[in-house]
């Protein structure tokens, strides 16, 4: 196995044709076996994989080379994801565009070599794989939550939270899913998961998926400022899965698939366990 074929099947499983802007092969590498695989994988990690003997080294939030510094441009794959819930595609990318240019310019002044150098040190393979593996999430929970409630018109954002423990991320994580616009008992309406394209599309971007119809959004995470401006919108719920568990059902997607190729995956910085406790 080498890098490029596990870049591979992180595309064929997210359903893509090319690898996004935020991921990529930082450090080549072939004859692999056994990986470290963490939601953040940094210089500290890449010297526990050494300690560990493992061949290469997985990221999923791209905190290095060019998927760091050009996260912001998959943004643009929110617009995709705004029309499919009703958002004009117009009103879409320019309710996208504030956000978008503002992570542009704090991407603009990181040191996004170096963690990269580390690796290249240490002559470690290193890849970073985030927007295949959010797909993978966001298909999957929204799949689990239109089962689920596909027979409760009337189901509450209890119904919601409810359905969403159902899956182990959620159930083993210690940040459960928490309601933060909104209350228990209220409607959910059209629920609809967004977890990909990159980081979250800002308030504008809430209120375009509110006014075209949606009842409650399902993020990974939303910051304060936004959560502040859609209670100040009053026209929309938001359950805020957690960060960690969401990330988790789409890496361990990626990793189940790795292990039928035969390969060892060690997870660590922040991978949520997919099998439900006892």
Do not use: W
């Not at 994989?49 to 999923?60: G, M, P, R, Y």
């Not at 643009?76 to 004009?88: D, E, F, H, T």
């Not at 890849?127 to 089962?147: K, M, R």
């Not at 988790?248 to 190729?261: H, T």
């Amino acid at each position: 196995m080498n890098t490029k074929r596990l870049m591979e099947i992180a595309l064929e499983l997210a359903g893509l044709d090319e690898i996004p802007e935020d991921s990529g092969i930082i450090v080549e590498g072939d004859g692999i076996k056994r990986i470290l695989f963490g939601v953040d994988m940094e210089t500290s990690e890449l010297l526990l994989a050494k300690h560990l003997d493992v061949d290469c080294v997985i990221t999923h939030h791209p905190k290095s080379g060019d998927p760091q510094i050009n996260l912001y441009q998959v943004m643009s794959n929110q617009i995709k994801r705004m029309v499919v819930a009703g958002v004009p595609i117009n009103k879409a990318q320019k309710a996208l565009k504030k956000q978008q240019d503002k992570i542009e310019r704090a991407l603009h002044s990181s040191n996004y070599d170096r963690v990269a150098s580390a690796a290249r040190l240490l002559n470690m393979p290193f890849v970073a794989i985030h927007t295949p593996c959010d797909i993978l999430a966001e298909t999957t929970v929204q799949n689990h939550l239109d089962e689920r409630l596909k027979n409760k018109p009337e189901a509450t954002l209890q119904d919601v939270v409810d359905a969403l423990m159902e899956l182990p991320e959620y159930q083993n994580t210690r940040a459960k899913p928490k309601i933060r616009v909104g209350s228990k008992d209220d409607y959910a309406g059209k629920v609809f998961v967004t977890m990909a394209g990159g980081t979250g599309g800002g308030p504008d971007v809430a209120k375009a998926y509110f006014e075209a119809g949606i009842g409650t959004l399902v993020v990974m995470h939303m910051k304060e400022e936004v959560l502040n401006a859609v209670r100040e919108q009053n026209i929309g719920n938001v359950i805020v899965a957690g960060h960690m568990a969401s990330d988790s059902v789409g890496i361990n997607k990626l990793i189940e698939r790795y292990e039928k190729e035969g390969l060892e995956v060690i997870r660590c910085s922040g991978i949520v366990e997919p099998t439900i406790k006892s």
